[in-house]
């Protein structure tokens, strides 16, 4: 195994990385897509008859209960100081709402719309006549916006980082250390898994008064803004018309 101050130096160490990377992340995942797309009716029966779902979590429990296990084999929790704990612990709420609000503000970016209750953030209101550029941009972010549902989906996802990718990505680049250094090198992922699920279990509340205060608005101002941007169109072009035939 490569090590830092061996002779293989830090390029023995990303070779070493990248090669198990592949093999256990990458090939798995080009394959699983791959088939997919190519057969997705086989796949899915497939995975109905062997039950794959639960296998899966089978899988994914024994992966966290072994990290678990290893952190509290080598006692990890009690060589971190307890400054240290508090320290992280705090860094992974910042962390989690920091990346729920960069997936907020990607799925409906925060730029105020003149009467569409589109974006979150802001209300909106009587505006005066806009530019045309101004209004290039506005219907750009409208066909870039996700509606409440599919950014809940995306905030939660997009958030979410846990122990069945954190741990074997540790396991590979620290695998030429014990078990002690990666169990403190997964301390901070572990401690993250309970915050964003404590966090979350808050939070679905809120999202999802969210969504049903505002269900079926969206569609209602898209549809506005659609009739009334048609009704412009024709209305200039009816003018010209008039004009031409006047002329």
Same mark, same amino acid.
């Given at each position: 195994?490569?090590?830092?101050?061996?002779s293989?130096?830090?390029?023995g160490?990303?070779?070493?990385?990248?090669?198990? &990377?592949?093999?256990?992340? !990458?090939?798995?995942l080009?394959?699983?897509? /791959?088939?997919?797309? =190519? @057969?997705? +009716?086989?796949?899915?029966?497939?995975?109905?008859?062997?039950?794959?779902?639960?296998?899966?979590?089978?899988?994914?429990l024994? &992966?966290v209960?072994?990290? !678990?296990?290893?952190?509290f084999?080598?006692? /990890?929790f009690?060589? =971190? @100081?307890? +400054?240290?704990?508090?320290?992280?612990?705090?860094?992974?709420?910042?962390?989690y709402?920091?990346?729920?609000?960069?997936?907020?503000?990607?799925?409906?970016?925060?730029?105020?719309?003149?009467?569409?209750?589109?974006?979150p953030?802001?209300?909106?209101?009587?505006a005066?006549?806009?530019?045309?550029?101004?209004?290039?941009?506005r219907?750009?972010?409208?066909?870039?916006?996700?509606?409440?549902?599919?950014?809940?989906?995306?905030?939660?996802?997009?958030?979410?980082?846990?122990?069945?990718?954190?741990?074997?990505?540790i396991?590979?680049?620290?695998?030429?250390?014990?078990?002690?250094i990666?169990?403190?090198?997964?301390?901070?992922?572990?401690?993250?898994?309970g915050?964003?699920?404590?966090?979350?279990?808050?939070?679905?509340?809120?999202?999802?008064?969210?969504?049903?205060?505002?269900?079926?608005?969206?569609?209602?101002?898209?549809?506005?803004?659609?009739?009334?941007e048609?009704?412009?169109g024709?209305?200039?072009?009816?003018?010209?018309?008039?004009?031409?035939?006047?002329?």
């Amino acid at each position: 195994m490569p090590d830092a101050s061996g002779s293989g130096g830090l390029t023995g160490i990303y070779v070493q990385m990248v090669k198990q &990377l592949s093999a256990c992340l !990458f090939a798995p995942l080009i394959v699983g897509q /791959i088939l997919q797309n =190519v @057969s997705p +009716e086989r796949v899915k029966n497939i995975s109905l008859k062997f039950k794959f779902s639960y296998i899966n979590q089978v899988l994914m429990l024994i &992966l966290v209960w072994s990290t !678990f296990c290893n952190q509290f084999a080598t006692r /990890i929790f009690w060589h =971190v @100081s307890s +400054e240290t704990i508090i320290l992280v612990a705090f860094l992974n709420v910042a962390l989690y709402l920091f990346m729920s609000l960069v997936c907020l503000w990607s799925a409906r970016p925060p730029l105020p719309r003149a009467k569409s209750p589109l974006l979150p953030c802001f209300g909106g209101g009587e505006a005066e006549e806009e530019p045309a550029y101004m209004r290039s941009v506005r219907r750009l972010v409208k066909r870039v916006t996700f509606d409440k549902k599919e950014t809940a989906a995306i905030c939660f996802c997009g958030a979410a980082k846990g122990l069945v990718l954190g741990a074997p990505l540790i396991s590979i680049m620290y695998s030429a250390y014990g078990n002690e250094i990666q169990s403190a090198v997964t301390l901070p992922i572990a401690l993250y898994q309970g915050t964003q699920i404590a966090i979350a279990q808050i939070s679905v509340r809120v999202v999802k008064a969210w969504i049903l205060r505002g269900e079926g608005d969206e569609d209602v101002a898209v549809n506005n803004e659609e009739k009334s941007e048609d009704h412009k169109g024709h209305t200039t072009l009816s003018s010209g018309h008039n004009k031409d035939t006047v002329v």
